[in-house]
Structure formats: structure tokens, C-alpha cells
């Protein structure tokens, strides 16, 4: 029975973070990044509470200083870094200069 309901609540807490997601991106896009930061600000909380971790979209989809949802071209920069072996995709943030970094790896 307790499984049922942690199973319950965990999906309760997935749908309410995607939600909250799409909501700070459309305001993000009208400009009002204290509502974005507010709703991402929630999103963490939700899945701390409920020991959630929310899809990858979700993960990469916002800024880790500034809490705000990266948008290319409106609030990210995202490049490509050719390496050797592998490369990377850069995304930098444009409100306060933040960088994450993914790996590709390349298939031969």
C-alpha cells in the first residue's frame, strides 16, 4: 500500500514539474523572468520533498545560477566544440554568463 501511494505521489510530482516548466518558459518568452525564477525555484523544491528527479529536459533546460529556463537565441547561447575523441555542446547562459557543458560522443 505504501508503494502505491509513493508511486502516486512521485507521478504527481512529475506532471506538476513539467507544468511548472512550460509555464516559466512561456514567461520567459513575455519577459517576466522573476516569474520564471519563482516557478523554477518551485520545480526544485517539488522534487526534493517528493525525491523526484525530473525528466532530462527538465535537468538541462534551466539556468543553475540564475534559475532561469534557457532558451536559444531569447536566454542561452549553444555552440558546438569539435575534440578529438569526442565533442561537446556548450550552452552559456546570457543573463549571467553561466556554462554547462555536454558530452557527444561520436559514432563511427
Known sequence: MLKLRSSVIRDLANQRITYLYNLAVIETRK???????????????????????PYKYIRRGYCRKCKIPLIPGL??????????????????????????????????
Open 31 to 53: 519577459g517576466r523572468f522573476d516569474l520564471a525564477r519563482r516557478y523554477i525555484n518551485i520545480i526544485i523544491r517539488i522534487s526534493s520533498k517528493a525525491q523526484v528527479r
Open 75 to 108: 536566454t542561452s547561447r549553444v555552440r558546438i566544440r569539435s575534440e578529438k575523441k569526442s565533442s561537446r555542446v556548450v550552452v552559456t547562459c546570457l543573463l549571467c554568463g553561466w556554462r554547462r557543458r555536454y558530452m557527444i560522443k561520436l559514432k563511427h
